[in-house]
């Protein structure tokens, strides 16, 4: 009986994750978008009626940010790599689990 409940345990486990999660990850992913379009809204919103730029101006800002904003983990993560050179290998980095 023991021997049996081992091989139940590791059947178990290998049940969780792998396609099982992908609905909720995609579900994830869908909402964040829903919200960072949102987000985005009020933004523009915000700088026409409190900061009084253009339409245009205040898109053309908030495209800036956000292009900014993506590019910066490229840019630690190519700082990352010229110090590792640099320096022989060092510990990973929190930002080398998003690669």
């Known amino acids: 009986m023991a021997g049996n409940g081992k091989v139940e345990e590791e059947k178990e486990e290998l049940k969780k994750g792998g396609l099982r999660t992908m609905p909720f990850v995609l ?3 869908i909402r964040d978008r829903f919200a960072l379009a949102g ?3 009020n933004k523009v ?3 026409q009626n409190e900061l009084h730029l253009h339409l245009v101006q205040a898109t053309n800002t908030l495209n800036f940010f956000s292009g900014t904003a ?3 983990p ?3 993560l190519s700082s990352q790599t010229h110090s590792q ?3 022989g290998p060092s510990p990973p980095a929190l930002s080398s689990t998003y690669l």
């Open 70 to 72: 993506s590019l910066t």
């Open 85 to 87: 050179v640099a320096s």
């Open 39 to 41: 987000f985005n809204a």
């Open 74 to 76: 490229l840019l630690v």
């Open 27 to 29: 579900a994830s992913e």
């Open 45 to 47: 919103q915000y700088m």
